[in-house]
């Protein structure tokens, strides 16, 4: 078959929508297009297995950075971590592998960039694994375009240039690399500066934002950002409501029945990229649409009657939406924290003939939960235990962190009375935690005896936490914290916890 676009990744691919590439490809073929798939290619010739596309490439690594899934926190290697029963490797640094393997296999073929990896590394950033920075993976790729964030918008009007013949400027939602500089995008501090500066780094952290143009100085050259495309409810039920087939390799078996309820985080937290990902704004999929899903599911000959997880980054934030400012929503009072929507979408998807069990699997803010809420999940729909990541108990590293919101033993008291348990996520050598907060976090723990996961904090590629740990300063004040650097370090404020 003659293929017009083909998507590699990095990944397993799997026609579902929580697979990523699932969800462009239902939406390209939905629009006529003939779509062709590579998965995990390993060698280059892999990628001559489909020809050569009428119109692009798409490459990504997958749904996570290829390094941060390749490596711990302490760089050793994940795929001989015998504590894991199932570990997905992916080619280290996969999106430029595959590029170049295309544009030395495919020459003169069209390449667009999508996924975490592309999405947050589209400018200068910085490389905890070679620990320094890095330009812009266009840069690296010699890609065509880069298209951040969820990207169903994007690649459909890709497609649709490349099927007219026309060019890949102005598209909102991607990157492109140009000569002459824009002067109605914003201009972060260029390569050089960053690379020379540390407070230019900072300012650099701190203008970064998916809702504006931006342009960076590379060389000579310019990576230009066109701001974010708006995604309505309306789209995302569209997306969603797709023929999938939900069928998952046996490896990820346990969440064919998963359903997405939203998109986007409003937490903020600094250590995380979802806000430049999907947005700092939450869009909530229409109640109507989610249910026709549900009743969908439940027509398929392998449903048993188990919903496996409801819910999106942070499960209770179904139904906060608000889009009135671009300011951030955890600190403001017209914030809806009612949990109504969510509480009212439950209950009807309980009711749904065919629905035994609905399990909320993601985890959720308890910072962001009504009592009635948690009522009605600790009554009905908690999988083993309830997930919250308090990330740490030190107000100052909390504050660091953007988390320091909550009260966490007001939540417990309260909790408790449900006679469910909960399980904790926490992190460990953050900037700002000495061995004094390592301490005091590994005491709190002890006294929870449930927590599931403590990782050691890693720098991610364009958070505001890997600024602090690159700089060793608080990006928006630029005074000098302090930031634990050596592997002997970090794991002894690991090893503390389970002394
Ligand atoms: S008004 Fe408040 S809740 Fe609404 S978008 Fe602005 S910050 Fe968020």
Redesign the pocket.
């Known amino acids: 078959m003659d293929y017009e676009i083909i998507f590699v990744t990095g990944e397993i691919f799997f026609d579902h929508p929580l697979c990523g590439v699932a969800i462009l490809k239902r939406v390209l073929e939905k629009e006529g297009y003939k779509i062709g798939v590579i998965e995990k290619p390993t060698k280059e010739e892999e990628i001559r297995k489909l020809g050569r596309p009428k119109l692009f490439f798409g490459v990504t690594s997958g749904s996570i950075d290829s390094m941060v899934r390749n490596y711990t926190p302490l760089k050793k290697s994940r795929a001989e971590d015998e504590t894991q029963d199932y570990h997905e490797v992916v080619l280290d640094r996969a999106t430029t592998v595959f590029s170049n393997w295309i544009k030395h296999q495919f020459k003169g073929s069209i390449l667009v960039l999508g996924g975490t990896e592309a999405s947050l590394r589209r400018f200068a950033h910085y490389d905890y694994w070679q620990n320094r920075l890095r330009k812009p993976i266009l840069f690296d790729t010699r890609a065509d375009i880069l298209s951040y964030g969820n990207s169903e918008k994007q690649i459909l009007e890709i497609a649709e240039r490349l099927k007219n013949d026309l060019p890949l400027y102005d598209i909102p939602g991607t990157c492109i690399i140009t000569k002459e500089k824009v002067n109605t995008a914003k201009e972060l501090p260029n390569y050089e500066e960053v690379t020379n500066e540390k407070e230019r780094f900072c300012d650099m952290q701190n203008m970064l934002t998916n809702t504006e143009d931006l342009i960076q100085k590379i060389d000579n050259r310019y990576l230009l950002q066109y701001k974010s495309p708006k995604y309505s409810s309306k789209d995302l039920d569209e997306y969603y409501e797709l023929e999938f087939t939900r069928e998952l390799p046996k490896e990820l078996s346990g969440f064919e029945f998963s359903v997405i309820t939203h998109r986007g985080c409003i937490g903020d937290c600094n250590f995380c990229s979802v806000n430049l990902i999907q947005g700092d704004?939450i869009i909530s999929r229409s109640e109507e649409s989610i249910l026709r899903e549900i009743k969908a599911i439940t027509k398929l000959p392998h449903f048993t009657g188990n919903i496996d997880d409801l819910g999106g980054p942070s499960a209770n934030m179904y139904g906060m939406d608000?889009?009135?400012?671009n300011?951030?929503?955890i600190d403001?009072n017209?914030?809806d924290r009612s949990n109504k929507r969510m509480v009212g979408l439950l209950r009807e998807v309980r009711k749904v003939a065919g629905v035994k069990k609905v399990n909320i699997r993601s985890g959720i803010r308890f910072d962001l939960t009504t009592p009635e809420y948690i009522d009605e999940i600790t009554k009905y729909h908690i999988f083993n235990t309830l997930r919250i990541a308090p990330e740490h108990v030190n107000k100052n590293v909390l504050k660091l962190m953007n988390k320091d919101k909550g009260d966490l033993k007001k939540f417990m008291v309260e909790f408790k009375k449900t006679n469910r348990k909960l399980s904790f996520y926490f992190m460990t050598a953050h900037p700002g935690s000495t061995m004094k907060e390592a301490k005091e976090l590994a005491k709190a723990i002890k006294r929870l005896k449930n927590a599931e996961s403590v990782q050691i904090f890693t720098p991610t590629p364009m958070t505001v936490s890997t600024c602090m740990y690159y700089t060793g300063m608080d990006p928006k004040t630029k005074k000098k914290i302090y930031v634990p650097y050596t592997y002997s370090e970090k794991k002894e404020q690991k090893r503390l916890i389970f002394e």
Do not use: D, T
Not at 322 to 325: A, E, G, I, Q
């Open positions: 704004k608000c889009n009135k400012c300011a951030s929503c403001c017209i914030l």
